[in-house]
């Protein structure tokens, strides 16, 4: 069975130190960090942008890889921005961008890895348009712009059907697509979403709580992955 990326999301880290709750993931050896970029408009919460990106890439160096999920309405304007500050990806949502396959490209063009999220109403048949023009698929298993909410289990028929297509297209030849999934991932649901064919899942606040350190609730997770 193919393994599972876990990317921490520090959306539920503390946000007043940042630069520490990414180290503590980097330490417990996650190194693809999933950064909420909220705009307030798209989503209804605010996070942070190019300025605190650029710190923390300055803070953490250039081993970590940083996939900024782009929860705004001008991503076709601003996605530069978000390169120039350190990210290594860009997911955007196909429901924010009116020429998303331009966008694409351009993303790509300007060296940095891309990818299309689609939110739990948004149906699969908009990823497979572009299948051979994107890194990642990203699907949203709860609606956008908070941590700490419910898995909605019904996003499963989509996985399953871009994990076939995926496949499909690998198999052809195609351009290699990672199927991450982000919201309400824990260690109770991760090894099911393995076997739709998930490989690559963002986890917030099931790594970044109260209840235990970052390392020792990753440890839950890759004992449930293992079991
Ligand atoms: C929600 C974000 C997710 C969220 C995941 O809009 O895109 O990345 O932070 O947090 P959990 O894992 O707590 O649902
Ligand atoms: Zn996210």
């Known amino acids: 069975m193919a393994d599972v990326v876990i990317a921490p999301s ?3 880290a503390d946000l007043a130190d940042l630069a520490t709750s990414c180290h503590e993931a980097v330490d417990a050896g996650l190194e693809w960090l999933h950064l909420d970029v909220m705009d307030g408009n798209f989503v209804p919460n605010l996070t942070f942008g190019p300025p605190v990106i650029r710190s923390l890439r300055a803070a953490l160096g250039d081993g970590p890889t940083f996939d900024a999920h782009l929860m705004i309405s001008n991503a076709e304007t601003c996605f530069q921005d978000y390169i120039d500050a ?9 429901e924010a961008v009116t020429h998303l396959h331009r966008l694409l490209h ?3 063009d300007a060296g940095a ?8 109403a948004t149906p699969v048949e908009a990823a497979l348009e572009v299948l051979e023009d994107v890194d990642l698929v990203l699907v949203m298993s709860v609606n956008p712009g908070f941590g700490g909410q419910s898995f909605i289990p019904n996003v499963e028929g989509k996985v399953r059907r871009l994990a076939k297509a995926i496949a499909k297209q690998e198999a052809a030849g195609g351009r290699a697509v990672q199927l991450q999934i982000d919201g309400g991932v ?9 076997s739709w064919g998930v490989t690559n899942a963002v986890v917030g606040s099931g790594l970044f709580n109260k209840r235990a350190s970052v390392a020792e609730n990753l440890a839950e997770i ?3 992955l293992q079991a």
């Not at 350190?86 to 196909?94: A, E, K, N």
């Open 186 to 194: 824990k260690s109770h649901n991760i090894a099911k979403l393995r």
């Open 113 to 120: 890895g891309v990818g299309i999220v689609l939110n739990p």
């Open 222 to 224: 890759t004992a449930a």
């Open 106 to 108: 351009a993303i790509r």
């Open 10 to 12: 520090v959306l539920t």
């Open 86 to 94: 350190g990210c290594d990806h860009l997911s955007v949502h196909v």
